[in-house]
Nanobody, 116 residues
Framework: QVQLVESGGGLVQPGGSLRLSCAAS????????MGWYRQAPGKQRELVAN???????AYADSVKGRFTISRDNAKNTMYLQMSGLKSEDTAVYYC??????????WGQGIQVTVSS
């Protein structure tokens, strides 16, 4: 099992920045992919950004140039740096990792609200 704990969410004004963190523990030695998803009220969960074990990244078109996914292997932590936030970025954000041994694991979700 992999346990994921998100932190860093909250309320921010349009144009502001936030950094989300996702701390992993448990069976993390075979993680091959990791990513951030979000779900806004009344909408389906969508992929925001992901990173492979080799470090290659991909982003949703709506966040390209504004969000950056990264990781610190020494801390077993993944990050999502968000800048230029817009009201449409308001959602519950979830971190996700995939391991061929454990399958998909999800964090509990953290609220990000962009509002003046």
């Amino acid at each position: 099992q992999v346990q994921l704990v998100e932190s860093g969410g909250g309320l921010v004004q349009p144009g502001g920045s936030l950094r989300l963190s996702c701390a992993a523990s448990g069976s993390i030695f075979r993680i091959v992919a990791m990513g951030w998803y979000r779900q806004a009220p009344g909408k389906q969960r969508e992929l925001v950004a992901n990173m492979s074990s080799s470090g290659s990244t991909a982003y949703a078109d709506s966040v390209k140039g504004r969000f950056t996914i990264s990781r610190d292997n020494a801390k077993n932590t993944m990050y999502l740096q968000m800048s230029g936030l817009k009201s449409e970025d308001t959602a519950v954000y979830y971190c996700n990792v995939y391991s061929p041994i454990v399958g998909n694991s999800w964090g509990q979700g953290i609220q990000v609200t962009v509002s003046s």
